[in-house]
């Protein structure tokens, strides 16, 4: 029996979309006993994310959680989850206070209902000041957090072209709780803490927020190259879209860069012979050492620079991450079953859609490994959750069924 | 003043840029954070950019952002002596962190066996390009090698074009955030379960990996025989989604219901009197625009091409649609919502003065954590931990300097 790291810890889920449901999750992996609720009256938009049939990706957000069904919004729904909440210690939400508060379950009732409840309430620009209740979504929110104009080209800029903030709000949501469990196993009181996405995303921004005051610098897009390192950059490589990076950060990896091509004439050159010229000349750098890269193989070229010990890269793709040797000796990406709902009536019929590629937590602890297991269907542990853990009877579940109690 | 959620703990961080962001976590959230520098310092102090431009230790705005409620000493641990005093710091410590090669820390005996033998209760976290273990685990790497091994680069740029790299650095971030996750849930093991440490290992690859989760590029390729490709700014995963122009400058947004379209489409519609947006063909889920991505494209150009940023921002949210402005810095700076919920901190520093620090993402009345300190002058703790805590005398301490050891 594998030791948990969070064993005897239960989590209520009540959220949607990304950031939350990966925050759980990561507690899951941990140990924790994690309760989805879901109500299929209003799915999650993440069942259908493209590009594949409904489902398809939905592992990697519901490994390992438990899974019920619970029309909350209804008042006998309401009483179902106020006694669940009663047997848990950490309850999670991305609803919107307004909503929360119009079903009955506005913060302060749910922290009256236990005294040391851990309350995580994950919000998009936050749940005061002038923006609160805006709608945010993770994708747009890197935007409104400054990463954009960071990141392309002196003309123009890009995105990221992912829900970027979410995934940093996630860790954020699973620390803030694994925090307040530690401060309640000290105290023994429960606490209520938001945790904004906008936010989440602005912390990544720091350098240049100080960068900003104290020279009045606002970061400029060079594309792949460095304001401090040359030569630093994506270089082109042999075959068609392939390409290594390379970043030589200080004096010592520029000589065994150069060392690593040979010592051509060039890289004795005065206008490469300090990081500051490099830094000035290096239109003409980068230019020399695309030739040198684009008569080689990415691969190739990363290996040469990093025996010399040189920072070095290829820019991989799903491919090499696929048949990479080195993170399938960490078992990182594993095959785990998925579930279709089917379209017309999502929740009430399932198909085995097949499996494909989720990967493992990013963290091995070598006492309480973080735990892989299979997604649950919707409503899969109802009879767990209603029967073992609140006590119902087998027919009382049943009425609730019907009455789309549970649904 | 907050009650901190870490505040017993002391977590002796030897980390470099690649794991400074877990220490400064747990600072923040109230740990005793040491950073245990080498005598000439951390290397991140020779990082730009600096305050004034001016190269100095003490100057680096890349150090002070990663080590705010961080104390520092110095110990040069390749002296016998530095070790010993390593070994006895270690074996009072709750946590330490590193981010050395792969087998540094065992070549100067440093490794978590040996320092387990002393502190069984010691939580030990590495935090490296790629892992302690397999054929990559003594590759090094920048931030931009990290990007592009974790196929992160694949994912920005034009179609047929060249990767580009997120800005700002930004795998600094999620491995420390993994690991501060792993220490706090190691901590919570030992102290509410087990009483016993335990050893953690974050490869900044794989962190870095799950950070696009959502575009699943392994299962992409197992599937569909497919790579992913960057397809500019417009419409990433489902249009309309991403960055668009208008008429001062960007706007951003990402409608993911099928209300949320039918919402932007009657708005549309009023402002450009296009009755194409209002077709049917365009309306439902995700799926529905995938095929018309240009021309969904279009119509939004079309549309924003009227409207300012701040317009389309406050009439959006008035609609009850992820309307949201693109930033620099300098607005997050002077952003209402920031500035009014008080997420800046002031932060006194003895070179640099005040300057304002993002805070942690959290808002509580009572508990949790923020920064609460700038980062430390290079060996401003020398004496509280050495002569405070190991009971040497200041005249040991000139004698360990001259050594080299401190």
Redesign the interface.
């Given at each position: 029996m594998l030791?948990?790291?969070?064993?005897?810890v239960r989590v209520i889920e009540l959220g949607l979309y990304?950031a939350l449901p990966?925050a759980t999750r990561?507690l899951a992996s941990?140990g924790a006993e994690v309760i989805k609720v879901e109500t299929l009256v209003s799915p999650d938009?993440m069942w259908?994310?493209?590009?594949?049939a409904p489902g398809?990706?939905q592992s990697?957000y519901r490994l390992l959680k438990r899974n019920i069904t619970l029309d909350f919004r209804k008042p006998r729904g309401k009483e179902i989850l106020e006694e669940l909440v009663k047997k848990t210690d950490i309850f999670m939400t991305n609803l919107g206070g307004e909503s929360l508060t119009k079903y009955g379950l506005g913060f302060d009732h749910i922290r009256s209902l236990k005294s040391d409840l851990i309350i995580l309430w994950q919000t998009?620009?936050?749940?005061?000041?002038?923006?609160a209740g805006?709608?945010?979504?993770g994708?747009?929110?890197q935007?409104?957090?400054?990463?954009?104009?960071?990141?392309?080209?002196p003309e123009?800029?890009?995105?990221?072209?992912?829900?970027?903030a979410d995934?940093?709000?996630s860790?954020?949501d699973?620390?803030?709780v694994?925090?307040?469990?530690?401060?309640r196993?000290?105290?023994g009181?429960g606490?209520?803490?938001?945790?904004?996405i906008?936010?989440?995303g602005?912390?990544?921004?720091?350098?240049?927020?100080?960068?900003?005051?104290?020279?009045k610098?606002?970061?400029e897009?060079r594309?792949?190259r460095?304001?401090?390192?040359a030569p630093?950059n994506?270089y082109p490589c042999r075959g068609e879209?392939s390409?290594?990076?390379i970043?030589v950060?200080d004096d010592r990896e520029w000589a065994a860069f150069c060392d690593a091509l040979g010592n051509p004439t060039w890289a004795t050159w005065p206008q490469f012979a300090t990081p500051a010229e490099r830094v000035r000349n290096v239109e003409e750098l980068d230019r020399l050492v695309a030739k040198w890269t684009s008569q080689c193989a990415a691969e190739e070229v990363m290996n040469i620079m990093?025996a010399a010990?040189?920072?070095?890269?290829?820019?991989?793709?799903?491919?090499?991450?696929?048949k990479s040797?080195?993170?399938r000796?960490?078992r990182?990406?594993r095959e785990a079953k998925y579930y279709t709902p089917d379209l017309e009536k999502p929740g009430t019929r399932w198909s085995v859609g097949g499996t494909?590629?989720?990967?493992s937590?990013?963290?091995?602890?070598?006492?309480?490994p973080a735990r892989f297991g299979q997604m649950h269907k919707v409503g899969q542990d109802n009879n767990y959750v209603y029967g073992e853990l609140l006590g119902m009877s087998r027919k009382e579940i049943r009425k609730l069924q019907r009455a789309k109690i549970l649904a | 003043m907050l009650?901190q959620?870490?505040k017993?703990y002391r977590v002796l961080d030897l980390s470099d840029e690649k794991g400074a962001f877990c220490g400064k976590?747990l600072g923040d959230?109230g740990a005793d954070v040491i950073k245990v520098e080498p005598p000439t310092g951390d290397s991140m102090r020779f990082?730009?950019?600096f305050?004034?431009?001016e190269v100095h230790p003490e100057k680096s705005?890349?150090f002070?952002?990663?080590n705010t409620s961080k104390g520092s000493i110095t110990l040069n641990i390749e002296t016998s002596g530095g070790r010993d005093i390593f070994r006895t710091l270690a074996g009072k410590a709750d946590v330490v962190i590193e981010s050395f090669p792969s087998g540094y820390l065992a070549s100067l005996g440093l490794d978590y066996p040996k320092l387990r033998d002393e502190n069984p209760r010691l939580v030990m976290c590495s935090i490296t390009p790629?892992?302690?273990?397999?054929?990559?685990?003594r590759?090094?790497?920048?931030?931009?090698?990290?990007?592009?091994?974790?196929?992160?680069?694949?994912?920005?740029?034009d179609p047929?074009g060249?990767?580009?790299?997120?800005?700002?650095?930004?795998s600094f971030?999620?491995?420390s955030?993994?690991?501060?996750?792993?220490i706090?849930?190691?901590?919570?093991?030992r102290?509410?379960?087990?009483g016993?440490g335990?050893?953690?290992?974050?490869?900044m690859q794989?962190?870095m990996?799950?950070?696009?989760?959502?575009?699943?590029?392994?299962?992409?390729?197992?599937?569909t025989g497919?790579?992913?490709s960057?397809?500019?700014?417009m419409g990433?995963?489902?249009p309309p989604?991403?960055?668009y122009p208008c008429k001062d400058g960007?706007f951003?947004?990402?409608v993911?219901?099928p209300e949320e379209w039918d919402t932007l489409a009657h708005w549309m519609h009023e402002v450009t009197g296009n009755d194409e947006v209002l077709e049917e063909k365009y309306r439902g889920?995700?799926?529905a625009r995938?095929p018309h991505r240009d021309m969904v494209n279009a119509l939004i150009i079309e549309f924003a091409d009227r409207l300012s940023a701040r317009e389309l921002f406050l009439e959006g949210?008035k609609r009850?649609?992820?309307?949201?402005?693109?930033?620099?810095?300098?607005?997050?700076?002077e952003d209402?919502?920031?500035n009014?919920?008080g997420?800046w901190v002031n932060l006194d520093h003895p070179v640099?003065r005040e300057?304002?620090?993002?805070?942690?993402?959290?808002?509580?009345?009572?508990?949790?954590?923020a920064p609460r300190k700038a980062a430390p002058l290079l060996g401003e703790d020398n004496v509280r931990i050495y002569c405070g805590e190991l009971g040497y005398s200041l005249e040991d301490l000139s004698v360990l300097r001259t050594a080299g050891t401190i």
């Open positions: 030791k948990k790291a969070l064993d005897g990304i990966l990561m941990l938009m259908f994310a493209p590009p594949y398809a990706v990697d998009g620009l936050g749940g005061s000041g002038p923006y805006y709608k945010a979504y994708r747009p929110m935007h409104a957090s400054g990463i954009s104009m960071m990141t392309g080209t123009t800029i890009y995105e990221v072209n992912v829900s970027y995934y940093h709000t860790m954020f699973a620390l803030a694994l925090g307040a469990l530690e401060w196993r000290r105290t009181q606490c209520l803490i938001e945790c904004p906008y936010e989440a602005v912390v990544t921004m720091g350098p240049a927020v100080l960068d900003y005051q104290a020279n610098v606002l970061p897009r594309g792949c460095h304001r401090y390192f630093h994506v879209d390409w290594c990076v970043a950060t990093q010990g040189v920072p070095a890269g290829v820019v991989a793709k799903g491919e090499d991450l696929a040797e080195h993170l000796g960490h990182f990406f494909c590629l989720v990967f937590e990013p963290l091995y602890l070598s006492k309480t | 009650e959620f870490l017993p976590l959230l990082r730009g950019p305050a004034g431009n705005l890349h002070l952002y990663f790629f892992g302690q273990k397999g054929p990559l685990s590759y090094k790497a920048a931030d931009i090698v990290v990007m592009a091994m974790s196929g992160y680069m694949q994912l920005i740029g047929g060249e990767p580009l790299v997120p800005g700002g650095e930004q971030y999620p491995a955030q993994y690991a501060a996750v792993g706090a849930a190691a901590l919570f093991w102290d509410a379960i087990s016993e335990q050893r953690i290992d974050v490869s794989e962190a990996i799950t950070y696009y989760q959502e575009q699943t590029p392994a299962t992409m390729w197992c599937k497919q790579n992913l960057p397809i500019g700014a990433g995963i489902a989604c991403g960055i960007w951003s947004f990402s993911v219901t889920g995700f799926f995938i949210q009850n649609l992820a309307v949201l402005p693109v930033n620099t810095v300098a607005d997050l700076l209402q919502q920031l009014e919920r997420f640099v300057l304002r620090y993002p805070s942690l993402p959290y808002y509580s009345g009572t508990s949790g954590g």
